[in-house]
């Protein structure tokens, strides 16, 4: 007993003894700082100003109340480090601001919710100048509505041809693996994530005070209509949002004119390379309802979809039958099943398609050319039952 307690003790004396020199330099530089305090005067705020040419104000941390000396020394040290809050710069006087405008101050430290499949849209540059993509879908978008040269980077899938749909239009751009440390050397002025990029990443930008705007998969095009619009807003770009929304929209009234009714409408079944059949909640049920057809996944999940065996899938008895391709080379179980004796007798009955994925893997505005083909696939058939 009488052991323990030496020992508390002489961590209590050791733990003083390493506090002294903290506080006797606290007490001198107190005693400074009141023989050199002015009234009225502030500390002098650095000019800074980021790729875009816009001008950055310094914020400085709030480390204690009350005009004391001691705690103006030290507001005056911390503010040789300016800090961003969200890429957005806030001066000394927030420091100060009254009550009524801490609501302000609030919504510029914490990004809004804004924007079908956006969990945060911050508050962006008017048209910022060096652009980053750390996932398909925006990897699509930027290369619609802005030039390259604004581009710094984007995803490693951005120019493949069996994922990216825009893929002939981001060839030659800088690619990104997506590290954080990697990605804050670029010196971006945004990030555009997805809502399955990694999230310590993203959470390692957005505290490095790195703009990052998140983007969800769009379901349908309604969803996608509002995701153009909200990249194209903080992009700067209304304009050419507004341009390829309206391209979108005269496409989708062309198709629709002499839609049939839903319950006239043939059924049609996406097979994709591993097995999985898209849901009712899909991009790929919306292509297939643009196109004329009922989907009989909406049969295995109204959700996102299931994984579906080969037999299951033949005897759903689907009018037609739209198998995904892709990489080829390395072709999965489900690509070799496809070449059997099973689904040869299937085609004798359905109609079997073969696209390509990148059609699927991302929504976009040109996933609409899938659309055209497969409308224009039903016009035939029904050209060809009209002869008979």
């Keep these: 007993m009488h052991t323990r307690s030496g020992h508390c003790r002489t961590l209590c004396c050791i733990l003083v003894v390493s506090l002294l020199p903290l506080m006797l330099f606290l007490v001198v530089s107190s005693a400074k700082g009141a023989a050199a305090y002015q009234p009225g005067a502030s500390p002098q705020e650095p ?28 507001r005056e040290y911390l503010g040789r480090w300016p800090r961003l809050v969200c890429g957005r ?39 910022p100048q060096r652009l980053v993509s750390m996932c398909v879908q925006g990897d699509q978008l930027l290369v619609q509505l802005v030039s390259r040269d604004r581009i710094a980077a984007v995803s490693a899938l951005a120019a493949d041809p069996d994922i990216s749909p825009q893929w002939e ?27 399955y990029t990694t999230r310590v990443t993203v959470a390692a930008l957005k505290q490095l005070g790195v703009l990052v705007l998140e983007l969800g998969v769009a379901n349908n095009f309604d969803e996608l209509r509002a995701q153009i619009r909200l990249v194209a807003l903080n992009l700067g770009e ?4 507004e341009e390829i929304v309206h391209a979108m929209d005269a496409r989708l009234a062309r198709l629709a004119t002499g839609m049939p009714s839903a319950s006239d409408r043939p059924t049609a079944l996406f097979y994709f390379q591993d097995g999985f059949v898209p849901g009712g909640h899909t991009f790929a049920n919306a292509i297939l ?23 299951t899938v033949v005897m759903a008895r689907p009018q037609f039958l739209i198998l995904a391709r892709y990489l080829e080379s390395n072709p999965t179980l489900t690509q070799v099943s496809q070449t059997q004796p099973l689904f040869t007798k299937l085609s004798k009955e359905t109609e079997v398609l073969s696209v390509s994925f990148r ?23 029904n050209i060809k039952e009209d002869l008979k």
């Design 47 to 74: 000019d800074l100003r980021n790729e875009s040419g816009l001008k950055a104000r310094s914020i400085v941390p709030a480390v204690c109340v009350g005009p004391s000396a001691l705690n103006r020394i030290l």
């Design 89 to 127: 710069a806030v001066g000394p006087e927030a420091l100060n601001a009254s009550p009524a405008s801490q609501e302000s101050r609030d919504s510029i430290q914490r990004p809004t919710s804004a924007g079908v499949g956006a969990p945060s849209q911050p508050s962006a540059p008017l048209k």
């Design 169 to 195: 239009k981001a060839r030659g751009l800088p690619v990104t693996k997506g590290s954080a440390e990697e990605l804050v050397k670029l010196k971006p002025d945004l990030v555009l994530a997805g809502a």
């Design 238 to 241: 209304e304009a050419r949002g």
């Design 289 to 311: 309802e643009a196109a004329g057809f009922r989907n009989l996944g909406g049969a295995f999940s109204l959700g996102i979809g299931a994984s579906a065996s080969t037999e």
């Design 359 to 381: 059609h699927l893997a991302c929504p976009d505005a040109s996933n609409l050319d899938l659309a055209e083909y497969l409308h224009g696939q039903l016009a035939a058939r």
